[in-house]
């Protein structure tokens, strides 16, 4: 179970490139990406892709509001509002869809998700592994790092020293991996290489 947002196409590629890898590791997987904005009925999330278009087109709107919600004060007001008002929606969704394992490729799909896979769990009767890979490589909001993640995968170092620094998650569960890509860069990646090595004079 894959959590994401339709508001840039990083959260899909990494989802849609991590989906090829287990179906590629383990045949016969089941995996589906749900998308934030059609999960949530609920205001701001309702007006998630209008706002990021929105905000794409005047960067310093969007510098104002990424550090106001970013900021130490505003977000424990964010995550109150998020639990009061999406936690039994995720509830419903993990118990509905009885997962495996649940990864988030979305800052806003960590802290209640997380939160929601835990009490789905006991209803189910089962553990459910959460994971988060952050798709930002030199900046990370606050809504990436959630104390109780399973494990934490980041694509940068400098992600992985503002996850100690900022974030919650215990140093043990974070891990510098970079980030996920499509099949088909891979593929062509591995074949520059190759004729790199054929044409290396050493």
């Not at 991590?18 to 016969?28: D, R, S, V």
């Not at 007006?47 to 005047?58: E, H, I, Q």
């Not at 769990?121 to 809504?143: A, R, W």
């Amino acid at each position: 179970m894959f959590l994401a947002a339709d508001a840039g196409g990083g959260h899909k590629a990494s989802a849609a490139a991590l989906i090829h890898q287990f179906k590629t590791h383990f045949p016969g997987s089941h995996c589906e990406s749900f998308q934030l904005e059609k999960i949530l009925d609920v205001w701001p999330y309702t007006k998630l892709v209008n706002s990021y278009g929105f905000l794409t087109a005047r960067p310093e709107v969007w510098r104002v509001i990424y550090h106001v919600t970013n900021s130490r004060f505003i977000e424990p007001v964010m995550n109150f509002h998020s639990r009061i008002t999406c936690e039994e929606i995720f509830v419903k969704l993990i118990e509905s869809y009885n997962p495996d394992v649940i990864i988030s490729v979305h800052p806003n799909t960590n802290i209640v998700p997380c939160a929601a896979a835990r009490k789905a769990g006991q209803s189910l009767n089962k553990y459910i592994p959460f994971f988060t890979v952050v798709t930002d490589l030199g900046s990370g909001h606050c809504g990436w790092f959630q104390k109780d993640v399973d494990r934490l995968y980041v694509g940068s170092e400098k992600i992985f020293k503002l996850a100690k620094a900022r974030g919650q998650t215990p140093v043990e569960r974070i891990t510098l991996t970079g980030l996920p890509i499509r099949h088909d860069f891979d593929i062509v990646c591995r074949r520059m290489n190759y004729v790199n090595n054929l044409t290396d004079p050493d």
